[in-house]
């Protein structure tokens, strides 16, 4: 059966090592694109994460984003599908994790931005490489008082934390069990608390349906343990080279990874008919 619906993520798939999108890849989306298939970004960054990303990649029609919880059409900015956590359990959640050693950033339900202690923001620019101090400074809403934000809303999107000890994302998910909550790893050293029953393979799912779409027409390319939803989804699940064993596990195709224009290969496949 045809590809009609190619899903990517972001981070660790579609952009390399020095957070770019090469111009290999970004032909070759756009062929996929003349030739009728939907470009969707599937992805734990909110939909203005992304701005950067749909400018440099103009084929891209929707956007899964944090984690599956807001699905929105980029031409149009309808929100097509969203789940949220009410307020009370976010502040619950929050201080059930808050002698760890983390930064904790919470996607507002109207704008999508991640709101973050300003503090603890101005110390996770500090530790980072530039590239990704950068898009902090750019994207994230440093807050004098989290509490006090949180109590001006009645619901986030998820929260998304970078952690910085060993042990921190493990003792997250420890601290989690039983909770009616998704919790990911979205990066080597980041995890994730979504909306119950919320994933990328959630949100895929539900904007397929939108666009009468089947999962066997789905192509999802991914490398991490938030990607394995939707490439247990995707009727043609694929893993970038530099991919967890988790979701080389899934995949029925393992490409080259992103520092080596894997996507591309990947879809060119497609194109020439050979996955």
Same mark, same amino acid.
């Given at each position: 059966? #045809? +590809?009609? @619906?190619?899903?990517? *993520?972001?981070?660790?798939? &579609?952009?390399?090592? %020095?957070?770019?999108?090469?111009?290999?890849?970004?032909?070759?989306?756009?062929?996929?694109?003349?030739?009728?298939?939907?470009?969707?970004?599937?992805?734990?960054?909110?939909?203005?994460?992304?701005?950067?990303?749909?400018?440099?990649?103009?084929?891209?029609?929707?956007?899964?984003?944090?984690?599956?919880?807001?699905?929105?059409?980029?031409?149009?900015?309808?929100?097509?599908?969203?789940?949220?956590?009410?307020?009370?359990?976010?502040?619950?959640?929050?201080?059930?994790?808050?002698?760890?050693?983390?930064?904790?950033?919470?996607?507002?339900?109207?704008?999508?931005?991640?709101?973050?202690?300003?503090?603890?923001?101005?110390? #996770? +620019?500090? @530790?980072?490489?530039? *590239?990704?101090?950068?898009? &902090?400074?750019?994207? %994230?809403?440093?807050?004098?008082?989290?509490?006090?934000?949180?109590?001006?809303?009645?619901?986030?999107?998820?929260?998304?934390?970078?952690?910085?000890?060993?042990?921190?994302?493990?003792?997250?998910?420890?601290?989690?069990?039983?909770?009616?909550?998704?919790?990911?790893?979205?990066?080597?050293?980041?995890?994730?608390?979504?909306?119950?029953?919320?994933?990328?393979?959630?949100?895929?799912?539900?904007?397929?349906?939108?666009?009468?779409?089947?999962?066997?027409?789905?192509?999802?390319?991914?490398?991490?343990?938030?990607?394995?939803?939707?490439?247990?989804?995707?009727?043609?699940?694929?893993?970038?080279?530099?991919?967890?064993? #988790?979701?080389?596990?899934?995949?029925?195709?393992?490409?080259?990874?992103?520092?080596?224009?894997?996507?591309?290969?990947?879809?060119?496949?497609?194109?020439?008919?050979?996955?």
């Amino acid at each position: 059966m #045809a +590809i009609k @619906l190619i899903a990517l *993520d972001i981070d660790g798939t &579609l952009m390399n090592s %020095h957070l770019q999108v090469t111009e290999q890849t970004i032909r070759t989306l756009t062929e996929a694109a003349e030739k009728g298939i939907a470009v969707v970004l599937s992805t734990g960054r909110p939909e203005p994460e992304c701005d950067d990303v749909i400018e440099k990649v103009p084929c891209i029609s929707y956007v899964n984003g944090c984690t599956g919880a807001r699905v929105v059409d980029v031409k149009t900015g309808k929100i097509i599908a969203g789940r949220y956590i009410p307020v009370d359990e976010a502040k619950r959640l929050r201080e059930k994790l808050r002698d760890l050693d983390l930064v904790v950033c919470a996607a507002d339900p109207l704008t999508a931005r991640f709101h973050d202690d300003a503090r603890e923001l101005e110390r #996770a +620019i500090s @530790l980072s490489s530039p *590239d990704v101090a950068a898009f &902090l400074a750019k994207y %994230h809403v440093g807050e004098e008082d989290l509490d006090a934000y949180l109590s001006s809303i009645d619901k986030i999107v998820k929260f998304y934390m970078p952690c910085f000890s060993e042990g921190v994302i493990e003792e997250v998910k420890r601290r989690m069990e039983g909770e009616p909550y998704t919790v990911l790893q979205c990066g080597p050293n980041d995890v994730e608390i979504c909306p119950a029953g919320t994933d990328k393979g959630t949100g895929l799912s539900l904007l397929a349906q939108a666009l009468g779409i089947t999962a066997q027409e789905v192509m999802a390319i991914g490398d991490s343990e938030n990607d394995l939803s939707m490439l247990r989804y995707a009727g043609l699940p694929v893993c970038m080279g530099n991919g967890s064993e #988790a979701a080389k596990a899934c995949a029925k195709y393992i490409t080259d990874d992103n520092d080596h224009d894997g996507v591309a290969k990947a879809v060119n496949m497609v194109l020439e008919g050979l996955l």
